[in-house]
């Protein structure tokens, strides 16, 4: 079975501090997806990325940056933690590019509180 | 802003009780995906649907897609205390980017 690992299941954080969160899977999947999720509006796609070194912005990638320097890790970035980042935040990662019908494997999540 | 409508946000049922879903998109959709999401666990892939008009069952699990694919749904018979969670549909858009909708939390009265 595929593993997407999240380095954190808990963080909490100051208002202002450059939080890292870290995602590795272990299929050499292509694909690789940061989502949060909030109650009562789902799952919204922050960044993703179909390559190394790749990434692509999704609904929401205002706040964030990325980073895929190997196939297996992608990382989330929050360069100035704000209290509206609170959030659980779910790292996601799929085979192959270009197909538009690949199941989606997700990480247990990091639940991050923004103080 | 979200490509799909979920429907209801929350549902509560006496076990035994069946349970549906929806999901409606203004637009023709090329597939669409169900997820389930335990309370305090991370969504599973249940299932895909790609023709018009498909239906696949998975043991008390019925997936439907409309026959204009533009809508979705999912109805579980007689439900269980362990169909509890949050079910999401998703859905294509831009290549490999999956969208999902607001999904429905099901409760289940034992």
């Known amino acids: 079975d595929v593993k997407v690992t999240q380095s954190s299941r808990y963080l909490v954080k100051r208002t202002g501090e450059k939080v890292f969160l870290e995602c590795v899977q272990d299929m050499d999947h292509e694909n690789m997806f940061w989502y949060r999720q909030d109650p009562g509006l789902g799952l919204r796609l922050i960044y993703f990325s179909y390559d190394v070194k790749m990434k692509e912005k999704g609904d929401i990638p205002e706040g964030y940056s990325v980073s895929r320097e190997k196939k297996e890790r992608f990382s989330l970035i929050l360069e100035s933690a704000s209290t509206n980042q609170t959030s659980m935040y779910l790292c996601?990662?799929?085979?192959?590019?270009?197909?538009?019908?690949?199941?989606?494997?997700f990480g247990s999540g990091t639940q991050l509180s923004v103080l | 802003g979200q490509q799909v409508m979920q429907i209801p946000q929350y549902q509560h049922v006496q076990e035994g009780e069946d349970f549906t879903t929806y999901c409606n998109s203004s637009t023709t959709l090329s597939n669409i995906q169900w997820y389930k999401q335990r309370p305090g666990g991370h969504p599973v892939f249940l299932i895909q649907?790609?023709?018009?008009?498909e239906v696949k069952k998975q043991k008390r699990l019925t997936f439907q897609f409309g026959e204009a694919k533009k809508n979705s749904s999912l109805h579980i018979t007689a439900t269980q205390t362990t169909d509890v969670g949050t079910y999401f549909c998703a859905v294509s858009r831009y290549g490999n980017k999956l969208v999902f909708g607001a999904g429905t939390i099901l409760r289940v009265k034992s």
């Open positions: 996601a990662s799929s085979l192959s590019p270009g197909a538009t019908n690949e199941k989606l494997f």
């Open positions: 649907l790609v023709k018009s008009g």
